[in-house]
């Protein structure tokens, strides 16, 4: 019944509208997806701000000085790093719609994303057996708060990663899938920007006299 | 690794376009910026800790600048530049957070802790 008003209406006068031109995005999941990363972005600014804080707060128990292991860190550095242009590779691949080569090197991100995080577990386990647990100090809390919550990130990077597989797997190279392999890549690219943030301000900082 | 063929001209996709060369730029510079600040720390090349601590930060910048060009595909259009607004708006955010907090708990340090006075 609003139709014939409507009609009634636009042969009066033209219908004006205030934007002219096609402005918006077409799809706004890509745009969505970059603000949930902002708001994350948010939660580590956060977390890197206790640990500022928190930087010198030893409460006479183990400095960062003392065990930190430079070169466990180095290790684990280069294989994010590494999975960092590995994805790409994967990206390059989904762009010739090739599906074997996109899901081959998925798998590699997703090995080089796995040894960095039994890197990561392996220096939790060795840094709690050394009496420097999140219990210990307010240092070590803000320690286990920020670079575990990295590590939680790039676990759930993982299962994403796998899931993404199947999917690659049952349906190929549809526009979905697309959406989501270039979701996850800004997702995996946003978690090396971070650790470069902790890899500095954490470890290498940490160990300066 | 496969060559990157140019002669498809679909846009139905969604994203940038991405580039093999971009990719290999991005990742040669991140592993120069990477080495660096490392190889400063572990052969102690610099003698006093606040010169090494400003090197390190300045590369650890310039690296994030680097994964968000290369990587991350930031650029000044993308999404009508709402990517661009949204990054620089956090930016804000996260100076305004990581400033306050260091600055304030300094002040609360030195000027409320008993027998830190100068």
Redesign the interface.
Known sequence: MSDNTMTANTQKAPLEFLVKGD?????G???GF??YL?SD??IF??L???Y??LGRSYAGGPTGMELFD?NLI?IS??LL?VS??TY??A???M????VK?TMFWLAVTGLLGAGFLGLEVYEFHHLIHAGAGPQTSGFWTAFFALVGTHGLHVFFGIVWLVTLLFQLKKHGLI?AN??RV?CLS?FW??L??VW??V???VY??G??? | MSEHTHDHDHHEAEGPHVSLKEYVTGFVLAVFLTVIPFWVVMGNVFESSTTTAIVILAFALVQIIVHMVYFLHMNFHSEGGWNMLALIFTLILVFITLAGSLWVMHNLNVNMMPGMMN
Do not use: E, Y
Not at chain 1, 23 to 27: I, L
Not at chain 1, 95 to 98: D, E, P, R, T, Y
């Open positions: 402005h918006h995005p077409q799809n999941t890509l745009l970059w603000i902002m972005c948010l600014a956060c890197f701000a206790t500022g804080v430079l180095a550095t280069s790093l960092s242009i790409g590779f990206m390059l691949q762009q010739a719609n090739k080569g526009p697309k959406r270039f800004m690219h946003f090396d920007v470069i943030g890899f500095t301000f290498l900082m160990v300066l006299p």
